[in-house]
């Protein structure tokens, strides 16, 4: 008997022993800084810096030279200077597995009814990446993405029609579900402060964007939307800007991803004019800033572009003068061309600040799609009026990036005043003036800059034909589904592929981007 309780204290005190083990290695198996629990005011703010700074890289090397706003003589960095397939399946996808992650698993956590600012928020900031995806690469999986958790690795893909009318859908559920008893996001809020009336003008203005987008493949579908976010209220002050604002202090995450990703992969710090991937401003570029030949010069020529002058001492300074600027033409060259030094670069005291904000929302976009819904009469307002609204708040919103990026009241009255709607001018006409302002305005928002110049074919550009580009002189038209989806979602992929003409190229055209 002695020996059994013995033995059986000794067992008993080993399983003690091991389940204190256990404890204690699992103590120091926590990370002391990481959440155990989702807290979804923090992935919030990860979702949004996520969403603005997925793709600089791409969007730039990509978009902004096939969009013939930077040009390169280089041929490694030039898929879209050159119509090269390397970089235009990078980047953007990634939102799957980063920023369109968080968002999800925010509204999932946020689903009482005392949390419904927060889910409100949560979902049209969803719809806000999701419309990047979709417009970037047409079909992609979009109600069963985000669904890892319960073992769905392999999503299928939805139609572009679908997803559209789903997040038209979410921007006008959540617009109207606001409640101003309600708590919000507050400080993790990085536009609005959790403000509901201000996230309603959003999810207005993000509705009018998207309505707009359906203009040649849904026109009644699109009348509709874009009657409903004109009287939802979009964006139409300054102090309504959503953006992201950054600083030049502390970790380099804190610095804006755009302004860092020039500096470091091309227009290197200390400005040598050889810089390390070769970019310039583009002629088309410079030359619509100028004024295309006219004596009206635009004043945001002065704010985006210098040139660098060297000194009798060997170094360089920047310089803003209208006479100094000069663009490279696209496709020019594939080595180091002798005038290289000549050409115009972006600005680093103002394009280029690290503590420069990323604009998400403006009044001006708000106003040139409010001037085009006047000219489709689906707008009461004037044309004109709107117009020139739209000019004034694109020049005023270069004031957020610094002192030297101000433009005063009485250029942008000149320019104006200078440059009125065409009133009397025919359709294609006046949307070809809105559509180049627009151009001008989404110099740093090349997605979207990219989405209206496929919808309305303005400004008009003239294709490169560069030797070895695939796609025989064309400007590219969507991006390209990475290759390693046909591996790990194979049968979903290809139903898309076949739906979308069998092609997976940079010719495919999206749904609402007809022939």
Avoid at 490 to 508: I, V
Wanted: aromatic fraction near 12%.
């Amino acid at each position: 008997m002695k020996r059994t309780y013995y033995i059986s204290f000794g067992v008993f005190m080993v399983i003690l022993l091991l389940a204190s083990c256990t404890e204690e290695l699992a103590k120091l198996n926590k990370n002391p800084n990481a959440y155990e629990t989702v807290n979804a005011d923090f992935l919030f703010t990860k979702a949004q810096l996520g969403a603005v700074s997925v793709s600089p890289r791409a969007n730039r090397f990509n978009i902004m030279q096939q969009l013939q706003q930077e040009a390169t003589y280089s041929e490694v960095t030039a898929p879209g200077d050159k119509y090269f397939a390397e970089g235009y399946v990078r980047d953007n996808w990634g939102a799957y597995s980063g920023c369109l992650n968080q968002i999800q698993l925010v509204i999932q956590h946020v689903q009482e009814p005392d949390l419904i600012n927060k889910r409100s928020a949560a979902r049209i900031w969803r719809v806000y990446i999701f419309h990047h995806l979709t417009d970037l690469y047409g079909d992609v999986p979009y109600f069963e993405a985000g669904q890892g958790e319960t073992g769905n690795y392999q999503p299928k893909y939805d139609s572009q029609e679908t997803i559209y009318q789903d997040m038209l859908k979410e921007l006008d559920e959540a617009a109207n579900a606001f409640d101003l008893s309600k708590p919000t996001f507050e400080a993790a809020d990085l536009f609005y402060n959790g403000n509901p009336d201000q996230w309603k003008r959003l999810a207005y203005s993000l509705m009018l964007r998207l309505g707009m987008r359906l203009t040649e493949v849904a026109p009644d579908l699109a009348k509709q939307w874009v009657e409903r976010a004109i009287a939802g209220g979009p964006v139409l002050e300054d102090g309504d800007i959503a953006q992201i604002p950054y600083a030049d202090s502390g970790l380099l995450s804190n610095r804006n991803p755009f302004s860092e990703q020039m500096r470091v992969l091309d227009y290197a710090d200390g400005q040598n004019p050889n810089n390390v991937q070769g970019s310039k401003l583009s002629k088309r570029f410079i030359d619509q800033l100028k004024g295309n030949g006219t004596t009206t010069r635009d004043p945001r020529l002065n704010v985006i572009a210098v040139l660098w002058v060297k000194q009798p001492s060997g170094t360089y300074v920047t310089d803003t003068a209208t006479a100094l600027q000069k663009g490279m033409q696209n496709a020019q060259y594939n080595a180091y061309p002798p005038d290289f030094e000549t050409y115009s670069e972006p600005n680093p005291n103002t394009v280029m600040r690290y503590d420069a904000p990323v604009l998400v929302m403006t009044p001006a976009e708000s106003y040139f799609l409010l001037a085009e819904a006047a000219i489709r009469n689906w707008y009461s307002g004037n044309a004109g009026e709107a117009y020139e609204n739209g000019v004034r708040a694109a020049m005023r919103q270069w004031s957020l990036y610094g002192s030297a990026a101000e433009i005063s009241p009485e250029q942008i009255a000149y320019y104006v005043a200078n440059n009125p709607f065409k009133l009397t001018g025919t359709f294609e006409e006046q949307l070809e003036q809105i559509s180049t302002q627009k151009w001008l305005l989404f110099y740093l928002d090349q997605i979207e800059n990219f989405a209206n110049w496929r919808r309305t074919g303005y400004p008009d550009l003239i294709p490169t034909n560069y030797p070895g580009n695939i796609t025989g002189g064309q400007i590219p038209r969507r991006f390209i589904v990475p290759e390693s989806e046909e591996t790990l979602n194979r049968d979903n992929f290809l139903a898309a592929k076949e739906r979308q003409s069998g092609n997976n190229t940079l010719l495919s055209r999206v749904w609402w981007d007809t022939e």
